[in-house]
T-cell receptor, first 113, second 114 residues
Framework: KAGVTQTPRYLIKTRGQQVTLSCSPISGHRSVSWYQQTPGQGLQFLFE???????NKGNFPGRFSGRQFSNSRSEMNVSTLELGDSALYLC????????????FGDGTRLSIL | KQEVTQIPAALSVPEGENLVLNCSFTDSAIYNLQWFRQDPGKGLTSLLL?????REQTSGRLNASLDKSSGRSTLYIAASQPGDSATYLCAPPTQNTGFQKLVFGTGTRLLVSP
């Protein structure tokens, strides 16, 4: 069974631009969550999608948004990029069952110049 | 608000030692608790998931225990190997926010020397 796939693996952008990251969950998993990881703040929850609806949201500004498609694939978008948005963005998927673990992809490393 | 602390922050040991990594959390109303490892530049690999009703979970050389009442979990690694070198993270989601919203500690960075 294929794992969680995130594309692209690396991305370089400049301040003010916008970016879209993609996540394909494990087959059969309907819940997709996004996390931001930085050296200073560690791992922080961005949002979670289930059945194309945002079900849970972290404390991030509105520049961070996401969506989920009918095949459970998810994208997150960051607009008006700032230097502080440089981070590893991780996606996790699960079958939406509290008895099952969440599985993470290898992430997208976003660097803002 | 769930807050997670992991001790020690870093650990360096010779190969073959048995290790204990500690995780403490402030909100004991958790769904479960998951332990992960993260290799440099990589994503998180799920190691063990302990349900809130369980006391222990084992996978190979790994054993995780959970004491909800005291807000503590430990990850025991037997006969450590250089391949165990990584950062270990615990994440106990709370009933208030749903089991999908993981709250992470800052991790324990483990180095096992040959």
């Amino acid at each position: 069974k294929a794992g969680v796939t995130q594309t692209p693996r690396y991305l370089i952008k400049t301040r003010g631009q916008q970016v879209t990251l993609s996540c394909s969950p494990i087959s059969g998993h309907r819940s997709v969550s996004w996390y931001q990881q930085t050296p200073g703040q560690g791992l922080q929850f961005l949002f979670e999608y289930f059945s194309e609806t945002q079900r849970n949201k972290g404390n991030f500004p509105g520049r961070f948004s996401g969506r989920q498609f009918s095949n459970s694939r998810s994208e997150m978008n960051v607009s008006t990029l700032e230097l502080g948005d440089s981070a590893l963005y991780l996606c996790a998927s699960s079958p939406d069952d509290g008895n099952q673990p969440q599985h993470f992809g290898d992430g997208t490393r976003l660097s803002i110049l | 608000k769930q807050e997670v602390t992991q001790i020690p922050a870093a650990l360096s040991v010779p190969e073959g030692e048995n290790l204990v990594l500690n995780c403490s959390f402030t909100d004991s109303a958790i769904y479960n608790l998951q332990w992960f490892r993260q290799d440099p530049g990589k994503g998180l690999t799920s190691l063990l998931l302990i349900q809130s009703s369980q006391r222990e979970q084992t996978s190979g050389r790994l054993n995780a225990s959970l004491d909800k009442s005291s807000g503590r979990s430990t990850l025991y690694i037997a006969a450590s190997q250089p391949g165990d070198s990584a950062t270990y993270l615990c994440a106990p989601p709370t009933q208030n926010t749903g089991f999908q919203k993981l709250v992470f500690g800052t991790g324990t960075r483990l180095l096992v020397s040959p």
